[in-house]
């Protein structure tokens, strides 16, 4: 006799593998995650402010 199957759980496993597929595909189509996105900002605005430390008061750069 075969093994028993609790069909819920596979249902949800079933989904979960599902929503997965559809996740991946999502990022490659849509690029960086949150966190690439939060850490790229992060470092633009790191060199913004250490440039902006080396212009003159008048806003050129010395």
Known sequence: ???LINLKRFKKRQERQRAN??????RAKHG???A??????AL???TEAF???HLR???KSS
């Open 1 to 3: 006799m075969g093994d």
């Open 21 to 26: 597929v559809e996740a991946s595909s999502q």
């Open 32 to 34: 960086l995650t949150k």
């Open 36 to 41: 690439e996105k939060t850490n790229q900002r």
């Open 44 to 46: 633009e605005q790191r």
């Open 51 to 53: 440039l902006n430390q």
């Open 57 to 59: 008061d008048d806003g």
